[in-house]
């Protein structure tokens, strides 16, 4: 069980996901290596190969991860070691585990579950520790892009479009409907009335090319 300074947090809590991308979808981002990206001073983002990855969490100084890829329990991952050598001592990597499950149905988005908010108090937590934090999801570039863009709407009180453009102009997205709809439930939450909805979810339907 992870602890903080705030209290305690538990390993797995629940949050509900829209069905995965098709095929075609998935092929705007082939990424077969470890993508990582810095989004903030000690929040980065990343892929399922990066949180496995000890080279790629020992370049970028990552402390500890926050995983929402939802794998079956029988689906077990190895880390692959990093070979630094640094100190002589092997690195190790406290991870936060939350399981995202079922799909998303009508009207039941809902952004402030208690799955964003246990993300929310451990990045909190980790900051003021001086903890960098990698957050990744399956495939990398919908729900945990959508998780940081919640975070700082409502941890920072950014406006959704400024949210998305900073994390779009550092990383690879490809925001799903179904989160699309999360983040702008809660921008129309936190900014009630005069919020576009059609310009919003155009704007967060824009494809970027990222190397």
């Known amino acids: 069980q992870s602890k903080s300074s705030r209290g305690s947090w538990k390993k797995s809590s ?74 002589g001592f092997r690195h190790n990597w406290s991870r936060l585990r939350v399981d995202i499950q079922g799909f998303l149905h009508g009207n039941l988005h809902e952004i402030r579950q208690p799955c964003f908010l246990v993300i929310n108090e451990c990045i909190e937590a980790l900051m003021e520790k001086g903890k960098r934090v990698l957050i990744h999801c399956r495939d990398g570039y919908s729900l945990g892009p959508t998780c940081v863009i919640q975070y700082l709407m409502v ?51 824009r494809k970027m090319a990222w190397s």
């Open 14 to 87: 629940h949050c509900k996901e829209p069905p995965g991308p098709k095929s075609e979808e998935s092929a705007h981002f082939p990424f077969t290596g470890p993508i990582i990206a810095q989004i903030t001073d000690y929040i980065y983002l990343g892929n399922l190969n990066a949180a496995y990855s000890g080279r790629a969490l020992c370049t970028n100084g990552i402390d500890s991860i926050i995983d929402m890829s939802s794998l079956p329990n029988d689906h077990s991952l190895s880390i692959v070691p990093c070979t630094c050598g640094r100190g």
């Open 155 to 205: 941890k920072h009180s950014m406006r959704l479009l400024a949210a998305y453009e900073l994390v779009r102009a550092r990383y690879p997205l490809k925001i799903q409907e179904g989160h699309q709809d999360l983040l702008v439930d809660l921008e129309m939450s936190l900014q009630p009335g005069g919020v576009n909805v059609a310009c919003l979810k155009h704007s967060l339907s």
